[in-house]
């Protein structure tokens, strides 16, 4: 008779194209007052989690996922932490899409048309989504999120293969370094994908080199999540192209929910777009984040920008994931 150690429930979704595989039960209890100090708990004690449901055979090398937990926050439905190949996140606005869609759509929220409100906490602070609901479909989700500010523009770095290359850091609820991909005479395409992980990889290295991050407010958010780079775009509908390569060098399908949020304040702040217009986003799949900049304000020395992001995601399945005893394999494998 098999003996089965560990049972998870899981709805997996996608978002453009990126995967979010949500956890709906099996967690162990996660203690903590806050997102941070459970993110930090998870990370010290029960890591083991994440390896099992991110990692090969399970998962794969851009595998992403999502804990739900119960709200730190009065004006909050739920807690969230992000989790990936490298270990967790601080926001992840395409995770709050594909979280709106699957909550509204099996009813785990009170409903209300035209437009289902959910609260979340996650690392970086409070998030508001509004999801479209018809009264039979989940639609589009937009969430308002965090402020988002340029940390320090032109920062120039020196890369092994690409040479000297040219970005501003931004936070749009995590810390990227934006570069356009001219410099290193790429395009964001998918048959390009093997050189972008590389120049991503090499950039996201060298400004951790050069260059000390810190929020402002929040001192657990002091880490660059990744590179996004941005080209001219396939969809004659869209206004730019991006990609993002976070973590270790994994590749986001979508456009990138706080990755869009960053570029409208870049934009912003750079009088390139200006306040209330629509930037159109398009991703290295051809997926699109819609995003407008709604008002501004001060964050500690930094002018900050509020966006709200819109976009959709999809279900792909329910599922029951178990750790046999004997599986050789409990906390699976990383391989590229």
């Given at each position: 008779m098999l003996s089965y150690t560990r049972t998870i429930h899981t709805v997996d979704a996608h978002t453009g194209g990126e995967p979010l595989r949500i956890?709906?039960?099996?967690?162990?209890p996660v203690p903590g007052n806050t997102i941070l100090e459970r993110r930090s708990w998870l990370k010290t004690h029960r890591d083991d989690v994440r390896q099992f449901l991110m990692n090969e055979p399970r998962g794969h090398a851009d595998m992403y996922g999502a804990y739900l937990l119960p709200?730190?926050?009065?004006a909050a439905d739920f807690g969230v932490i992000f989790i990936h190949n490298e270990g967790y996140s601080d926001m992840c606005g395409h995770g709050i899409i594909a979280l709106g869609k699957v909550l509204v759509e099996l009813n785990q929220v009170e409903r209300s048309m035209p437009l289902t409100r959910i609260g979340f906490d996650t690392p970086a602070g409070f998030i508001e989504a509004q999801v479209e609901w018809d009264g039979t479909r989940a639609g589009n989700v937009t969430f308002r999120n965090v402020p988002a500010f340029i940390y320090q523009r032109d920062v120039e770095v020196e890369t092994p293969s690409f040479g000297k290359i040219v970005g501003d850091i931004v936070?749009?609820?995590?810390?990227?370094?934006?570069i356009n991909a001219d410099q290193a005479q790429v395009k964001v395409k998918p048959e390009q994908v093997r050189t972008l992980i590389q120049l991503g990889a090499e950039t996201k290295q060298a400004v951790?080199?050069?260059?000390r991050i810190q929020h402002p407010?929040?001192?657990?958010?002091?880490?660059?999540?990744g590179t996004i780079i941005d080209g001219a775009p396939n969809d004659p509908t869209a206004d730019q192209a991006n990609v993002c390569i976070f973590a270790d060098r994994e590749v986001d399908r979508s456009p990138t929910g706080t990755g869009t949020s960053g570029r409208a304040a870049q934009l912003f702040f750079r009088q390139k777009l200006k306040l209330g217009q629509m930037l159109v986003n398009e991703s290295i799949v051809g997926s699109c984040f819609r995003v407008r900049v709604t008002d501004t304000v001060k964050l500690g020395p930094f002018d900050a920008a509020i966006t709200e992001v819109t976009g959709n995601a999809h279900i792909m399945g329910f599922n029951q994931w178990v750790l046999e005893d004997s599986d050789p394999f409990p906390q699976g494998f990383f391989l590229r």
């Open positions: 956890v709906m039960s099996g967690l162990p709200p730190t926050t009065p936070f749009g609820g995590a810390f990227y370094y934006y951790q080199e050069k260059i407010l929040e001192p657990g958010l002091d880490t660059l999540y």
